[in-house]
């Protein structure tokens, strides 16, 4: 919600998903741990050199750039990751790439406000997959995958709360880690 690029992402993703209902365009997936290699090559090339290289090629601030002093030869960036979100790989940047995204999810593996999966409720209907953002968090809630009848959803979650929307049985829900053992 805070990030000027996501609203981009969101219009290139729903372009991806006509395209790949007509069966004109494929999602090609690559492998997550992508995204942690590109942080370590990131943390340090910025130790190295004292700069946020980084910053150089991020959409994030590409875009804000953009809106407040006007767009740069650098949209064409902006531009190019959005051919690729549309025509290749459904939302590239955020899930393979984004060392932001990365940071955030070490945050959330301690965070106090979780998604949790409760199995007992859970019909394995798929509705919550469909419309999350970061799908791989919910692969728990595939047939025999769930080691545990009651488990949190992973740190890469953003709690956007889409899934726990949808859940027709609502065995996704929002609860806050450890208050059941304060109160």
């Not at 469909?130 to 709690?159: N, Q, W």
Request: neutral net charge.
């Amino acid at each position: 919600w805070a990030c000027p690029y996501h609203l981009l992402a969101e219009g290139a993703e729903a372009i991806h998903l006509w395209l790949h209902a007509r069966g004109w365009v494929k999602d090609h997936p690559f492998h997550r741990g992508l995204r942690v290699v590109l942080w370590v090559v990131f943390m340090g090339l910025a130790f190295v050199t004292g700069y946020t290289v980084f910053e150089y090629i991020n959409p994030v601030g590409i875009v804000s750039r953009a809106l407040i002093y006007g767009p740069t030869v650098a949209v064409v960036w902006v531009i190019f990751l959005l051919g690729v979100e549309i025509f290749f790989s459904r939302r590239f940047w955020c899930r393979y790439v984004c060392p932001i995204g990365l940071t955030y999810g070490i945050a959330g593996a301690v965070a106090p406000v979780q998604v949790k999966y409760d199995l007992s409720k859970c019909l394995h209907e798929g509705e919550c997959r469909k419309v999350c953002l970061v799908p791989h968090v919910l692969e728990i809630t595939k047939m025999g995958y769930a080691s545990d009848t009651e488990e949190f959803i992973g740190p890469d979650c953003t709690r956007c709360g889409l899934c726990v929307d949808v859940c027709p049985q609502d065995a996704l829900s929002f609860t806050v880690r450890g208050l059941d053992k304060i109160i």
